[in-house]
């Protein structure tokens, strides 16, 4: 669909024109002194938009990793939803890079618009992700990445 079918003639007039510059989702470093690295993450979190994010060592490794969920359901139904992700686990190397670790190596399934993660040590199950969800109950999750 063009603007032209999405927006009528006034709509358009009194819409304001904004510019973006990248639609990814990005790792934004400080590297000090006013300069910043941004870095696309992997293509695993591109598939919707992520709202739920927790840095944190899943593969006991000693290095950051980052669990993701995401997706919206807000749009109108002429433009869909954005709900292509089941949650996400980058496994982070030392270099500062991630890599996308595969939904069967994770463990992590997550349906609905995950809005937080949270980690939780339960004394059954050790270490647990809670992901808190608009419109759906609390998932708790217990990834098996190593």
């Given at each position: 669909a063009t603007i032209n079918d999405l927006?009528?003639?006034?709509q358009r007039r009194r819409a304001t024109v904004q510019t973006a510059h990248t639609f990814?989702?990005?790792?934004?470093?400080n590297q000090g002194d006013g300069a910043f690295d941004m870095r696309p993450l992997p293509q695993r979190a591109q598939f919707a938009p992520m709202f739920g994010l927790l840095a944190e060592d899943v593969t006991a490794d000693?290095?950051?990793d980052l669990i993701m969920g995401g997706n919206f359901h807000g749009l109108p139904a002429r433009l869909?939803?954005?709900?292509?992700?089941?949650?996400?686990?980058?496994e982070?190397?030392?270099?500062?890079?991630f890599t996308a670790v595969p939904s069967r190596k994770s463990g992590?399934?997550?349906h609905d618009q995950v809005r937080d993660v949270a980690a939780l040590r339960t004394a059954q199950h050790g270490r647990v992700f809670i992901f808190a969800k608009n419109d759906a109950p609390l998932q708790i999750v217990a990834p098996t990445a190593r």
């Amino acid at each position: 669909a063009t603007i032209n079918d999405l927006l009528n003639a006034e709509q358009r007039r009194r819409a304001t024109v904004q510019t973006a510059h990248t639609f990814s989702s990005v790792l934004v470093e400080n590297q000090g002194d006013g300069a910043f690295d941004m870095r696309p993450l992997p293509q695993r979190a591109q598939f919707a938009p992520m709202f739920g994010l927790l840095a944190e060592d899943v593969t006991a490794d000693g290095t950051t990793d980052l669990i993701m969920g995401g997706n919206f359901h807000g749009l109108p139904a002429r433009l869909g939803r954005m709900a292509a992700s089941y949650g996400t686990v980058l496994e982070g190397t030392d270099r500062g890079t991630f890599t996308a670790v595969p939904s069967r190596k994770s463990g992590l399934l997550v349906h609905d618009q995950v809005r937080d993660v949270a980690a939780l040590r339960t004394a059954q199950h050790g270490r647990v992700f809670i992901f808190a969800k608009n419109d759906a109950p609390l998932q708790i999750v217990a990834p098996t990445a190593r």
